[in-house]
């Protein structure tokens, strides 16, 4: 059931995966959210890996994932015919996202002035690489661009080694989730005022607000953050976060502050086992380390640390995953397993919370399972709506229902190639 | 009047670290009275987190928590004080929005619970933002956004190969959830404007970070592939990664590159004047099929480039690139500077302090950087005696007492 959050809100999703996930999340919120699709398709049906590694225009990953609860009709900007239903659609629409080149709708003659005009409440999106003022406004980027233009991908890989991406490209991601803020944003006045307004995201923008204030460092101590693999340098010298366990990897962090407790937990567990060095069973805990301080500096210091994480180290290799989890829940231990697709698809807090959610694709006879609330909301429920669209699927119930053209006109448009 | 979209929002903030704070820092920047409330006993712990003013510790000193707190009011109560509690309870009516981001049972021990808070102020909305959620067996876990972003996959698909993971910077998740949160928060307001109706909004930085992983998910359930690391390879692009070009004043410079077609690909060998190539790699599968070689093929081409210079003539030429940016750079970058990112404000004790701007601009209603963070406890006068009309000689007492600060 549609969420009542946005329920009678309609949304023109004209983007690519620039803006996918802000159409999903309005979707999830329970807007109605169409996805205009060259006839051709989006280009985010081509994106891979694709489902069973057989490539189809319903078979992305990424589509399935984040054009879900979308309702996709065609329509060909090209033609003045197309652009004409366009503005139709647009006088019906709240929201509007997109994605293209700057001056490209302008060309079209569906310029933000043109369609405000149509319709004054129109909130417009538009998402940009570098903005719509720079020398790079008219830059092209796919992700790993945008991740590097942000600083994110510096800070990324090994000393030694190039920087390195996510493998799950997450830059166009924070941009499009940012102009789904934006438009809510704009949405709350509008409401009462019934004035819309045009957006501009910059993705570049929103990658530097992922590095934790790192980026202010240069200027207020003098200098910048190189990569360090898995090791984090925050201060006074570098300490390991990731370490290897039998089945896998654990994020753990030997330090004072706020990982005081939990260092000397770890400590204590070792001892239960045997497993801590006569030194440090003998010492009873790290003498470099504070409740207050995060990170302790001089040499003998470190050498102390080092030599402490070396001993872990050893000890975690005795360990699965799954006994380090348990431990670090039990223990109140700062830490967390190194989980992949298959840790999280059994976790049992997801499961309690009844987090994953489950569509039917009439289209592929098949269901898929997915992320499903981001949040959890007493009254208004939010979470996928369905699955993705075919293309063109909803075509008839648009343009027949919504634009109330007849079926005539309707297999008229499609001979023209207009839809 | 203001003509910000939040004007006369009123927010009592007990979030602290991240994800909270950035999440109503969006509706401050955008007009909302928000009231950050902290604890002199236990302060938001980015007050005690470098970046410092002059690289000097100091509670009112830390850039990343003045970064992440612009346009909202200080108050500083010592919360495990009953008076303290009275004086919340006191102000509730004035809010139309309580965030928090303890672990869930903080607020149950001070019995400022939703349903209790809702008992005085039926239309309340209230944000809980913590790990895992409000319910389950992991509610308690408390942790970091490093920890979060270990949990829920990030770590396992970054890296050149599932022999060592190469987390992403820093607590990654928690620059996710905001985004999802402040959606929730603002609908949830347009929610109660049009029905009378309040709620509840339990956030698990874990489920919402989550949907930036959705397609490995989908994935594993559908066939049970489980995605590892694969480096700076892609699927769509070749060559496609971040390669070295000349040094500059002794740092080393990097550009990534993404070619999507064979025509991007003859207009890359063009800008690096057509030096000779193997013929195989002439089409994208030919590309694909030795993306090893390609790599050293085009590190070998950059590396007397500069990254500023190959970026321009790269970008001119059609084909996406742009330098792997430092920090550094990041401050001297024309994009950014255009746009207005970074902004300087006068900072009640750091003085002209460097703050991130926002990350879009709006035509009609601009939000703003409205004021710099408020330092421990900056408007506790003003606030009670604006809100709770409290005189200047009660504050001084509840002061004495250590219940305000």
């Known amino acids: 059931m549609r969420s009542e959050l946005l329920n009678g809100m309609r949304m023109l999703d004209l983007s690519d995966e620039r803006g996918a996930l802000c159409g999903k999340i309005f979707a999830d919120m329970g807007a109605e959210v169409i996805k205009v699709e060259p006839p051709q398709g989006c280009a985010t049906r081509k994106i891979p890996p694709f489902l069973d590694d057989e ?12 054009q879900a609860g979308k309702r996709s009709i065609t329509l060909n900007l090209e033609s003045a015919d197309g652009r004409d239903l366009l503005k139709q659609l647009v006088t019906r629409a709240d929201f509007l996202v997109e994605a293209f080149p700057l001056g490209h709708l302008e060309a079209l003659g ?57 493998s799950v490209p997450q830059a166009w991601l924070h941009a499009g989730a940012e102009a789904a803020v934006a438009s809510m944003i704009a949405h709350y006045p509008r409401q009462v005022d019934g004035l819309g307004q045009h957006i501009v995201v910059n993705a570049q923008a929103c990658v530097v607000w992922t590095l934790m204030n790192e980026q202010a460092m240069p200027l207020l101590h003098g ?60 010492a009873g805990g790290l003498k470099t380390l504070t409740p207050s ?56 807090q997801l499961k309690a919370r009844d987090y994953f959610v489950t569509v039917d694709h009439a289209g592929l006879d098949r269901s898929f399972t997915m992320p499903g609330a981001f949040a959890k909301m007493s009254e208004t429920p939010v979470g996928p709506q369905g699955a993705a669209p075919q293309l063109g699927q909803h075509n008839h119930e648009i343009y027949g229902g919504l634009l109330e053209l007849s079926q005539n006109e309707i297999v008229e448009l499609r001979a023209a190639g207009v839809i | 009047m203001s003509c910000l979209p939040f004007a006369g929002i009123h927010v009592l903030d007990f979030t602290w670290y991240a994800v909270g704070p950035v999440t109503t820092k ?26 410092w003013k002059d690289a000097q510790p100091g509670i009112n000193n830390s850039q990343f928590f003045a970064s992440f707190n612009t346009s909202k009011r200080g108050l500083a109560l010592d919360m495990s004080k009953p008076r303290a509690r009275e004086i919340f309870l ?83 998740t928690d620059f996710i959830a905001p985004r999802f ?55 769509r692009y070749a060559p496609h990664g971040a390669y070295r070009c000349a040094d500059e004043d002794g740092h080393e410079r990097w550009i990534a590159i993404a070619v999507a077609d064979d025509r991007e690909w003859r207009a890359l060998l063009e800008v690096m004047g ?74 009640k004790e750091m003085g002209p302090s460097p703050y991130e701007g926002l990350e879009h601009r709006m035509s009609r209603t601009p939000g703003a950087l409205r004021r710099p963070a408020p330092t421990l406890g900056q408007h506790s006068d003003e606030v009670l005696g604006e809100i709770l009309g409290m005189e200047p000689a009660e504050i001084e007492e509840l002061k004495r007492e250590k219940v305000i600060y």
């Open chain 2, 274 to 347: 057509n030096p000779p190539t193997d013929a195989r790699f002439a089409t994208m599968l030919g590309r694909f099929r030795d993306r090893a070689a390609l790599d050293d093929l085009v590190g070998a081409m950059v590396r007397t480039r500069g990254a500023d210079e190959l970026t321009a003539a790269l970008q001119a030429a059609g084909v996406s690139a742009y330098p792997v940016q430092n920090c550094m750079d990041l401050h001297r970058d024309e994009n950014l500077e255009a746009f207005g990112f970074w902004q300087w404000l006068d900072h």
């Open chain 2, 181 to 235: 949160a402040a959606c929730a928060l603002i609908a949830a307001l347009d929610y109660r404007r049009r029905t009378g109706k309040g709620q509840y909004i339990d956030m698990a930085q874990y489920e919402a970070s989550l949907h930036n992983l959705a397609p490995m998910l989908v994935d594993y359930f559908a066939t049970g592939r489980v995605l590892g690391p694969v480096g700076n390879r892609s699927e």
């Open chain 2, 90 to 172: 006191k102000m509730l009516p004035w809010a139309d929005v309580v965030t928090e981001s303890f672990t869930p049972k903080t607020l149950r021990n001070w019995g400022l619970d939703f349903d209790s808070l809702r008992a005085i102020k039926p239309d309340l909305i209230m944000l809980s933002t913590c790990m895992q959620g409000q319910t389950g067996p992991h509610r308690d876990y408390p942790g970091f956004g490093n920890l979060m972003a270990a949990l829920s996959g990030f770590y396992h698909v970054s890296g050149y190969s599932e022999a060592e993971p190469c987390p992403p910077y820093g607590a990654y």
């Open chain 1, 55 to 66: 490539p189809g225009a319903d078979r992305g990953l990424y589509f399935l994932a984040y």
């Open chain 1, 293 to 348: 301080g995060f990170m302790a500096a001089s040499a003998a210091d470190l050498k102390e640390l080092d030599d402490a994480e070396e001993a872990v180290q050893r000890f975690f290799l005795t360990k699965t995953k799954k006994e380090l989890w348990q431990n670090i829940l039990k223990r109140r231990l700062f830490g967390a397993p190194v989980a992949n697709a298959a840790d999280i698809a059994a976790d049992p």
């Open chain 1, 223 to 282: 200098d910048y953050l190189r990569r360090s693999g898995v090791f984090t340098g925050a201060i006074g010298g570098r300490r390991k976060t990731v370490y290897q366990c039998r089945d896998g990897h654990v994020s753990f962090l030997i330090a004072g502050g706020a990982y005081f407790n939990s260092t000397n937990a770890v400590i204590a567990w070792m001892k239960e086992e045997g497993m801590a060095p006569d030194w440090l069973a003998a």
């Open chain 2, 26 to 51: 969006y509706l401050a920047d955008y007009g909302a009275d928000v009231v950050r409330i902290e604890s002199a006993a236990r302060p938001d712990g980015l007050r005690l987190a470098p970046p």
């Open chain 1, 110 to 166: 569906l310029g933000y002035e043109t369609l405000a005009a149509l319709n004054p409440r129109l909130i417009h999106a538009t998402i940009t690489p570098f903005g719509d003022q720079g020398p790079g406004k008219d830059y092209k980027a796919a992700d790993i661009v945008s991740w590097a233009s942000g600083g994110a991908m510096f800070l990324m890989g090994q000393e030694g080694m190039p920087p390195v991406q996510m």
